[in-house]
């Protein structure tokens, strides 16, 4: 039983973990039966480190569609295929992605990555406790463990070996090596690992590799229409639509500065940002500048241009 587990690792992690798993695949645990008998008094104790329960979305995140991205996604979790959502900040990626766990009724894991978010931070580590060793699942682990979906917001941002962790999960044998338990846990049918992408930011030196991105489908997000979008800043912002169509338009106006150095346009989230002030008494023209210029950029002279606009249409 040992052998089968240890073997089922490659050799070098075998080799680098054979003291410390066989200590822990010997110790005694509730979920390990193969551990030996005169170690009985030691226990290893799995903690998840939040009740899978807590993941559950009860209520519905409001979600427009925009295209058929509903459908689509539905149907890569039935086919048991992971999911790269393309596309700008403050778009939409996260609140579809809610909504889809929601509607799936799955729990939901959103993990944001960053450059120091190591495997270990994914998949799990083992914590003295007193006198127990006490096993906590990352929060990758405890959504395969339970059927979960998984979202590695901004996946370009993790390290490259954090990034290579998921890779067996994401073809044919989707498992998931704990290596430093030596075991190797299968993913259930409702797991789903879903990684978010904002392609407008990449360099040479930090993008996803093609060994990586071919693992998945990718459904493309970008600013909604116009109509779509103007109706999500009144839901969302809590204004009428009139005011919602004109923070859309010069959103628009100011998306249109994209390679005129700016880098990127301002998002759905901002404009939401600017109706929400305005639904609290600002002035429209105020909030628009507070929240539709200057977090956009430093450029004094683009500034400048943003302003214009604002009370052009304003
Ligand atoms: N299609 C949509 N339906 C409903 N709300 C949306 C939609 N697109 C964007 N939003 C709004 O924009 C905000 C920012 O979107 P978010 O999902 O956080 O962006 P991203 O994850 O792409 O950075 C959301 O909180 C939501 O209020
Ligand atoms: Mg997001």
């Known amino acids: 039983m040992l052998g089968a587990r240890t073997s089922r690792l490659p050799s070098t992690a075998r080799a680098q973990h054979l003291w410390f798993e066989l200590y822990w695949l010997f110790a005694l645990s509730a979920d390990e039966p193969s551990a030996l008998p005169e170690k009985q008094n030691s226990k290893l104790i799995i903690m998840p480190e939040r009740a899978i329960e807590e993941y559950r979305i009860a209520d519905e995140p409001y979600y427009l569609p925009v295209d058929h991205e509903v459908d689509l996604f539905a149907a890569a979790h039935a086919a048991h295929l992971p999911v790269i959502l393309k596309g700008?900040?403050?778009?939409?990626?996260?609140?579809?992605?809610?909504?889809?766990?929601?509607?799936?009724?799955?729990?939901?894991?959103?993990?944001?990555?960053?450059?120091?978010?190591?495997?270990?931070?994914?998949?799990?580590?083992?914590?003295?406790?007193?006198?127990?060793?006490?096993?906590?699942?990352?929060?990758?682990?405890?959504?395969?463990?339970?059927?979960?979906?998984?979202?590695?917001?901004?996946?370009?941002?993790?390290?490259?070996?954090?990034?290579?962790?998921?890779?067996?999960?994401?073809?044919?044998?989707?498992?998931?090596p704990i290596e430093k338990r030596g075991t190797i846990l299968d993913a259930p049918a409702d797991f789903m690992l879903v990684v978010s992408y904002n392609p407008g930011y990449q360099s040479i030196l930090k993008d996803l590799k093609q060994s990586t991105r071919q693992r998945f489908v990718a459904i493309d997000f970008d600013y909604p229409p116009p109509d779509t979008e103007a109706v999500i800043v009144a839901r969302e912002g809590g204004i009428d639509e009139g005011t919602a169509r004109d923070l859309v338009l010069i959103g628009q106006k100011v998306r249109n500065l994209r390679g005129h150095g700016l880098e990127e346009g301002v998002s759905t989230r901002l404009l939401i940002y600017a109706a929400q002030l305005i639904a609290l008494g600002i002035p429209p023209t105020r909030a628009a500048e507070v929240a539709m210029c200057s977090p956009i950029t430093d450029d004094r002279d683009l500034q400048r241009s943003i302003r214009e606009i604002v009370t052009t249409v304003i």
């Open 88 to 176: 700008p900040t403050g778009c939409g990626k996260t609140r579809f992605v809610e909504h889809m766990a929601w509607r799936l009724e799955r729990p939901l894991i959103t993990v944001a990555c960053h450059e120091d978010l190591s495997a270990t931070d994914l998949v799990g580590r083992f914590l003295i406790e007193g006198e127990e060793t006490v096993w906590h699942d990352g929060p990758l682990t405890l959504a395969v463990r339970h059927g979960a979906i998984c979202y590695l917001d901004e996946i370009v941002e993790a390290r490259k070996d954090t990034v290579v962790i998921i890779h067996p999960l994401t073809d044919h044998r989707r498992r998931l």
